[in-house]
Structure formats: structure tokens, C-alpha cells
């Protein structure tokens, strides 16, 4: 079916273009009246014309004629074709399409007028078009640039140089699109006034890592020297110290205690010993379910904070109240070496007590209660249930060497 419509198309194209504007008959000519003239010369020219009109019209309708006769032949051949393809539904046959009908006697004949476009924009006006895209576009990088570049200069005075290059590094990717010689310049003063800055803070950062290694080294001096001088206060012996200390051990007594919670104990050793409360910030001693002292304050012309308090009894009250809180006391043997230094106090009894006797000297040992210390039997109501609780104070620090059981202290139970 569609080569039947594709012959009728081309046939009715070639019968379309060989049209004139004059009409002539097919197989007769007729000559066309003309006036009469008188002068022979003219008559005979116009003879010539009508039979060259009456030549080219019969070669016209001999044309069209063979191409008639072609087209039916072609016709009946694919009729022929698809009657044998489709022999077996012979309902579906395609039937031949009509020819157009044109007379044999007369063929029209036309001058072809080509098709002219309308309004169809010309190059000036796609140039103009294009031209005001390109300065729409333009304005609004522009306005992106001066944006970004308020914001750098915002960022710069506020001292935040990181964000000022960031947004310096967008608005350098703009401008390039644009020919404007003010926003360069505002671009290249916004440049040179963040190197300025950056350089400010870098000369500012190093004098301040430099100000800070100066601190550093100066607070490292001054704990070292603190904690020589800490650590070296005891360096005078008391006279007939051994007196004293033969003293303790005669009454069964062969350490003092020190208790603290187990959590300190990684502290006492990293420090290199025990120190007294107030040297634990200047030193750096950050300490762990601190056990508080009976009292603060001073007693007569001992600063309480600046002394370690050992217990003559092993286990003394605090300790046992603490540990009933859920402290995890451990309790710390102490050398009675501590006993020689010129600067340990004794007291003879509990010093969070009144009309306490307190003194240096080896003699004032004498003032313990020795039977009192090691009396387990004594509740609060006895009178000398104070006295149980004797205390030896020793100034600002205790070497690790002299504390006996670091690595396995007593616990309570």
C-alpha cells in the first residue's frame, strides 16, 4: 500500500510542475487572434512565435503521456506482485489507487512562485540580542564581586584573615570576566590590606609563642626551684634525735601512718613523695577523693596546710569515717627518720582538740600517751580517747624513700 501511495505522490508531482500559464489544446493547435497589420514583416515574425508555442506544447503532452503509460505499467506489475504474496487471504488484497484525472484536450500551466520567509530576524538583530545578554550577565557579576568583596573587607577588619581569603579567592574568579578598572583596584587594595594583616598577626603570633616559651620556662624554673626548696626544708636535724626515735620504738611503735585514698597513690609516685596540702597547685598535684585534715588553721606558730599529719596509731578515726563514706583508704608506713628533721612538731593528742601541748624538740615526745596510742579498746567517752590520736607533723614534704610500703599499702576493712 505505501508504494502505491508513494507512486501516486510522484505522479502527481511531475503532472503539477509542468504547468504554464497559458492553456493549449492536446493534439490541435489553434493560432491566437491577432489583430491585423498592415506590415508584413511584423505578421510573419508572429507566425514563427505561434508555431515555436505550438512545438513546445506538443512535446509537453507527448511527455505526460509516456509518463502515464510508465506509471500503469508499474502499477499493474505491483498489483500482480502482491496478489501473489497474499493469495491466502485474498479479503486483503489492495486495491489499484485512482489516477489523477487530467484531459487529454488541455494542460494548465503555472509559473512557480517561491515561498518567501516573514519576519525571520536578521544578523543585526541576533547581534543585539546577544550584545544585551552580555551586559545583563556582566551586571550581575558585578554585583557577585562587590558582594564578595565587602565581605573580605568585613572579615579583614574584624581580624579574620581566613574567611577574608576565601572570600577574596571567589571574587578573583569573577573578575576576570569583567572590564572594570574600580572593582581591580578595590580587588588589589583588599589583597595587599589582608597580606598586611596576615603579617601583623604572624609578627603578634610569634612574639606570643615566644612570650609563652619565656612563661613556660620561667613557671618550670620557678616549680623546680619550688620544689628544691620544698624538698630541701628539711635538711636540719634535730639534737639527740635518736633519742626520740628510740623512744618510739621502745613502745612498740617502729613506723608512723599516713592515710590517703588508693587513687593517689600513682600521683605520690610520679612526684617523688608526699606534700603537704598547700603545695599541691603550686606543684601541679591534682588529687583524687581528697581525705580533709582534722583542721585549718594554725596551731600556736604551726600553718597546718603546710604540714604533712602522721597518725602515731595505725588506724586513725578519720581514716575509718572515710573509708565508711566509700573512700578507698590506704594506709602509708612512714620511716621515723621524719622524726630528726629540725622542723617536725609533735602534739599530744588529736590537733582538731583543745589545750593540745605541741613542740619540736625530742623532748616533747614525753607528752605522747603511748599507752593511750595503742589502747584499741578506748570508745569517745574515755578521757583519754584524745590522747589515742597523737600526731607528728612534718614540714611540706616526705621523700618516697621514706615511705615504707608504697607498692603494697595497708587497706581497711
Not at 487572434?33 to 513546445?56: C, M, Y
Not at 596576615?198 to 623546680?224: G, S, T
Not at 609516685?269 to 603550686?282: C, E, M, T, V
Not at 593528742?349 to 625530742?362: A, L, Q, T, Y
Request: charged share 30%; with cysteine; glycine share 4%.
Amino acid at each position: 500500500m505505501i508504494l502505491w501511495k508513494w507512486l501516486h505522490t510522484i505522479f502527481g508531482k511531475i503532472s503539477s510542475k509542468t504547468t504554464i500559464e497559458e492553456t493549449v489544446e492536446y493534439g490541435q493547435h489553434q493560432e491566437p487572434s491577432l489583430p491585423q497589420q498592415k506590415d508584413e514583416t511584423t505578421s510573419g515574425e508572429r507566425h514563427v512565435e505561434d508555431a515555436n508555442i505550438s512545438n513546445s506544447s506538443l512535446l509537453i503532452a507527448e511527455r505526460l503521456a509516456l509518463l502515464k503509460s510508465e506509471y500503469k505499467q508499474l502499477c499493474a506489475k505491483l498489483y500482480e506482485a502482491e496478489k501473489k504474496s497474499n493469495q491466502h487471504n485474498e479479503g486483503n488484497l489492495c486495491e489499484l489507487p485512482e489516477l489523477p484525472q487530467y484531459t487529454s484536450d488541455k494542460i494548465c500551466i503555472r509559473t512557480f512562485t517561491p515561498f518567501t520567509l516573514i519576519d525571520f530576524p536578521n544578523m543585526a538583530l541576533i547581534k543585539e540580542a546577544r550584545k544585551e545578554e552580555e551586559i545583563y550577565q556582566i551586571k550581575l557579576k558585578e554585583q557577585e564581586v562587590t558582594k564578595h568583596l565587602g565581605l573580605a573587607s568585613d572579615y579583614i577588619g574584624v581580624g579574620d584573615c581566613v574567611k577574608a581569603h576565601e572570600e577574596l579567592i571567589i571574587a578573583a574568579r569573577i573578575i576576570h570576566a569583567i572590564d572594570k578598572p574600580d572593582i581591580e583596584h578595590r580587588y588589589n587594595n583588599l589583597s595587599n590590606a589582608l597580606i598586611r594583616k596576615e603579617n601583623e598577626y604572624r609578627i603578634l603570633k610569634r612574639a606570643k609563642i615566644a612570650q609563652d616559651r619565656k612563661n613556660k620556662k620561667k613557671e618550670k624554673e620557678e616549680k623546680k626551684r619550688l620544689l628544691f626548696n620544698i624538698q630541701h626544708k628539711n635538711t636540719r636535724f634535730k639534737s639527740g634525735c635518736k633519742i626520740a626515735i628510740n623512744d618510739f620504738i621502745a613502745h612498740g611503735i617502729p613506723y608512723l601512718y599516713h592515710f590517703t585514698s588508693k587513687a593517689n597513690l600513682k600521683s605520690i609516685i610520679d612526684h617523688g613523695g608526699l606534700y603537704a596540702r598547700a603545695y599541691h597547685s603550686k606543684v601541679g598535684i591534682s588529687v583524687e577523693d581528697e581525705i580533709p585534715d582534722p583542721i585549718i588553721g594554725s596551731i600556736f606558730e604551726v600553718d597546718i596546710p603546710n604540714y604533712i599529719c602522721l597518725s602515731v596509731c595505725k588506724e586513725h578515726y578519720m581514716a575509718r569515717k572515710q573509708f565508711d563514706d566509700g573512700v578507698d583508704v590506704c594506709i602509708l608506713k612512714i620511716s621515723l627518720d621524719v622524726v630528726k628533721y629540725y622542723s617536725t612538731y609533735f602534739t599530744d593528742k588529736d590537733i582538731s582538740e583543745e589545750n593540745i601541748r605541741i613542740g619540736r624538740e625530742c623532748h616533747d615526745t614525753t607528752n605522747i600517751n603511748f599507752e593511750a596510742v595503742k589502747n584499741d579498746n578506748l570508745t569517745v567517752t574515755d578521757i583519754d580517747y584524745s590522747q589515742k590520736f597523737a600526731t607528728v607533723l612534718v614540714d611540706g614534704f616526705i621523700p618516697l624513700s621514706m615511705i615504707e610500703n608504697i607498692d603494697n599499702p595497708i587497706k581497711l576493712k
